[in-house]
């Protein structure tokens, strides 16, 4: 998978916007120039994508991922944006947006004990959420309120409370330039806000879980406890793109960053959150250049304070 980094810039990615290869390639999905990213992204700041690539099923997909390698494209997967930083500058290559055409839900088998899912990319977690609430299909609770796609929390191995996707997912199904291939889980390693053992250029298309019957009484009061403890601890009705940093082994960001003092530092529209201090917020105004100049105090001051260097576990798209 591509880290999103690009040396692009100006009249660089100008130029991409004009010139790539994939207009004149008769690809059928939707496709813009110089489509702004900030609108995509939950911190709202950022520039735009010189294309921005919509497919609008697995198949398209897998035509576009053989194009960008065909043509050398750089490009980028991105899905509710929840956990993304954009350039000012944006970003000179293709972003490649998995939203709600690629958001299917379908139960492939089961048992009394276990259902498998089969969950396409771009379905976003409440979204997720609901359909099997409804069904009375538990084990997924612990994410409610995470404002992510079901992807994008596979590839972050998204969890809370103690709890993270990859203990529920059974397979991936991933397309790259070569076409497409499903992964078990005992291939796969999930980690700590990591996934590992996809291949460089693969996307992942749907994810496989296995989910236990419950009742929905239960799935509900469940889900409602943990968002009023998240409401409880995170600050509301901000722009941010949720934790921030990574908590260190042994450790938690936020009481590293509290513990520093930091509550409240500002930089331009860019701010520590009082409520909870792993969140950096957008308070009215900022840039992206705001929010990596206030990373980075951040970052040097808890290191001067506490001798923990805090690594981000947001994604940096278009940095040099």
Not at 131 to 151: C, D, T
Not at 250 to 279: C, P, Q, S, T
Request: charge should be positive.
């Amino acid at each position: 998978m591509s880290d999103g980094r690009c040396g692009k810039a100006g009249a660089e990615c100008q130029d991409f916007a004009e010139r790539c290869p994939l207009f004149s390639a008769n690809w059928p999905g939707e496709l813009r120039r110089k489509e702004p990213l900030a609108p995509l992204t939950t911190l709202r700041v950022g520039g735009p994508a010189a294309v921005l690539a919509r497919p609008g099923s697995i198949a398209e997909l897998e035509t576009l991922l053989a194009l960008l390698e065909k043509y050398g494209c750089p490009r980028r997967v991105l899905g509710r944006g929840s956990n993304l930083l954009v350039a000012d500058r944006g970003y000179g290559g293709v972003v490649i947006l998995l939203d709600r055409r690629l958001g299917r839900i379908s139960r492939l088998e089961g048992d009394g004990a276990k259902w498998l899912l089969r969950v396409e990319a771009g379905c976003s977690l409440a979204a997720l959420l609901g359909w099997a609430q409804e069904r009375g299909l538990g084990g997924l609770e612990f994410l409610v309120g995470i404002p992510g796609s079901v992807g994008g929390a596979a590839v972050m191995n998204a969890g809370a409370w103690g709890e993270a996707l990859g203990a529920r997912v059974q397979a991936l199904e991933l397309v790259g330039p070569g076409g497409r291939r499903t992964v078990a889980a005992a291939e796969l390693r999930f980690s700590y806000r990591r996934l590992e053992g996809v291949d460089p250029g693969e996307v992942i298309a749907a994810v496989i879980l296995a989910l236990a019957p419950r009742p929905i009484a239960e799935i509900r009061a469940r889900m409602r406890q943990l968002l009023q403890k998240r409401r409880a601890s995170q600050p509301r009705g901000v722009l941010s793109a949720g934790s921030f940093f990574k908590n260190p082994p042994g450790d938690y960001a936020g009481r590293l960053i509290e513990a520093a003092g930091l509550k409240g530092l500002r930089v331009g529209g860019a701010m520590v959150a009082r409520e909870h201090a792993n969140f950096l917020i957008n308070d009215g105004g900022a840039t992206a250049a705001d929010l990596v100049a206030l990373m980075e105090q951040v970052r040097e001051r808890v290191a001067a304070h506490g001798g923990v260097r805090l690594e981000p576990e947001v994604h940096l798209l278009g940095f040099a």
